[in-house]
């Protein structure tokens, strides 16, 4: 149990470059090409990489702490409780490759750029959600709370 206690730190560690969270969407182009032509092992090997490539790169010398502020909110998430949303939303991913894996089997570009692109939109809300959901409330609160400073001074004027 020590072993890979000490084997998820190590990776952990590696997990905070941000050139594995770059390259790992990359892999999505091997895998497409590898259903393209029908090849159970290419597909298989790419997800390999996929999975291992958060400790393909050296722990970084120093830390961002944007970088630690996004790890350690995935570490919540991933350590938090269970419940039905989180487990279909986690689910996505397999389905996200199996539609992806299907799509391009049966060779349907338009099936699998629509799988891509859709995957793609996810990803995006998904990864940025709390910022857009942060910055937003924040500037919402701040026109709102200047609206009210602003209506009384309003009414004021002739």
Known sequence: MDLLYDFAAWAWERHHNPLSWYVRPL???PFCYFAYKKSVWGMALTVVAVVSSMFWFPAPGGGDPRVAEFLAMERAYVGGA???A???MTA???VYFML???AFWRRSWLA???VLNVGIA???IWSFFYG???CNGLMLIVWHTRRRRIAPLRARLP
């Open 27 to 29: 892999f999505v182009l």
């Open 82 to 84: 269970w419940t039905a």
């Open 86 to 88: 989180k487990i279909a």
């Open 92 to 94: 996505l991913v397999p």
């Open 100 to 102: 992806l894996a299907w």
């Open 112 to 114: 699998g750029f629509t």
């Open 122 to 124: 996810l990803k995006v």
């Open 132 to 134: 857009f959901v942060g």
